[in-house]
């Protein structure tokens, strides 16, 4: 009998070119991982469209239906509990998640982030590279602790700053590389190569580098 695959929950905020990748990654039948679901914060965005497109269940739980950030946690983690999943991936989802959450899913919740981390924790990282003078941008997965895009790094690739750039430019260069990185991390995870154990990354049982894995194309 085949092995279980791994069952992998998508957390989105927009268009969801990230969750692409990861549906054309997966959508084979013998692929060690499949997307059950696509959860996101803001109704009528294009992943939802892309997650229907390729016939996998989708939930909106929109923030501003909540009173709080503890509220929406909670209706977050119930609705992403119902899918069982093994891992849960944030691709382009833009809302921080509280405590509860983070512990609820610690060591199978992960992120892609648009920067080279620990560079430029948080939002606009292409305009703090580009008005860094910085040589290069690029992004990173890791997985996903209470300290703000401050987890254990996973897999990272760099793409250079062109001398006229400006942080869209940067933006669609350095997504180029999240779309090849990102599925190779889940596919690490859903193969039982990758874990988080004592809040270090292992690959194959051995610690990763402080910035991850370093994927040159
Ligand atoms: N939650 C925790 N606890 N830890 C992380 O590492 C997280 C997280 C939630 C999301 C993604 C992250 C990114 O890759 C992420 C990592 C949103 C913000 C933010 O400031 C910052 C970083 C990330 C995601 N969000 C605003 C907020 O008040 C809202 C911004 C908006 O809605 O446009 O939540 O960059
Ligand atoms: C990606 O660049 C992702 O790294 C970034 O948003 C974009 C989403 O694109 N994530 C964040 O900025 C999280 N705060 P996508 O919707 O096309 O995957």
């Not at 997650?51 to 209706?75: C, E, K, L, M, Y």
């Not at 400006?166 to 599925?183: C, M, N």
Request: include cysteine.
């Amino acid at each position: 009998m085949a092995e279980a695959r791994c069952r992998v929950v998508v957390l989105i905020s927009g268009t969801g070119t990230n969750l692409q990748a990861l549906l054309d990654t997966f959508a084979a039948a013998d692929s060690p991982a499949e997307i059950v679901g696509v959860v996101s914060n803001r109704p009528g965005v294009g992943g939802l469209e892309r997650a229907a497109r390729a016939g996998v269940a989708t939930a909106v739980v929109d923030h501003r239906d909540f009173p709080d950030r503890a509220a929406f946690d909670a209706a977050l983690l119930d609705k992403v509990a119902s899918f069982a999943p093994d891992l849960v991936a944030l691709a382009g989802f833009m809302r921080i998640l509280g405590a509860e959450f983070v512990r609820h899913f610690a060591g199978r919740l992960i992120n892609i982030h648009p920067s080279l981390l620990p560079r430029y924790p948080g939002l606009d990282t292409h305009k703090r590279a580009i008005e860094a003078g910085d040589s290069h941008g690029g992004a990173t997965v890791h997985f996903v602790t209470e300290e703000l895009d401050g987890g254990p790094a996973i897999v990272q690739a760099a793409v250079p700053i062109l001398p006229d750039d400006d942080p869209g430019a940067l933006a669609a260069r350095v997504l180029t590389v999240e779309h090849q990185i990102y599925p190779l991390a889940v596919e690490w995870f859903a193969s039982g190569r990758l874990a988080l154990r004592d809040g270090q990354a292992l690959l194959d049982r051995q610690p990763l580098p402080a910035g991850g894995y370093r994927f040159e194309e």
